[in-house]
């Protein structure tokens, strides 16, 4: 493996480990899962005109997209030095965002998908993801 994309990986990994340890510290970023699906609707409907029923489906995708998150974290247990242990769990997550992501697709307008693929981007950038240079891939 490339030394660029072994420091990649390894600075993927140590970002999605700091964020579960936050998001997992009460009071830290994140925090109560409840409260962030509640934050993220909220954006959500302010952006994207979101209707009342439309509001109730992206409310339940996101809390099943928690769960999941949840127990995916329960089966990997905490942080540690082993790498594929890591990237599988990389993986897995990355698979529960693409469902998520799929299902909102559902939901949405074509117009609010559009605005939503922004939220989503600029929600990466605030968090670290940003845009990934050539060769990178999610």
Not at 55 to 66: G, P
């Amino acid at each position: 493996m490339a030394p660029t994309r072994r420091m990649w990986i390894g600075g993927a990994c140590c970002l999605l480990l700091a964020g579960v340890a936050l998001a997992q510290r009460p009071g830290g970023p994140g925090g109560d899962p409840k409260q962030m699906i509640e934050r993220q609707v909220a954006e959500m409907k302010k952006r994207l005109k979101l209707t009342a029923d439309q509001e109730t489906k992206i409310t339940s995708i996101l809390t099943e997209s928690a769960k999941k998150t949840v127990a995916l974290r329960q089966k990997y247990g905490p942080p540690g030095e082993d790498q594929d242990r890591a990237r599988e769990m990389m993986a897995e997550m990355r698979k529960i965002r693409e469902d998520s992501r799929a299902e909102i697709g559902k939901v949405l307008t074509s117009e609010q998908m559009k605005e939503y693929d922004k939220l989503e981007q600029e929600r990466r950038e605030r968090f670290g993801g940003g845009k990934r240079g050539p060769g990178q891939q999610r």
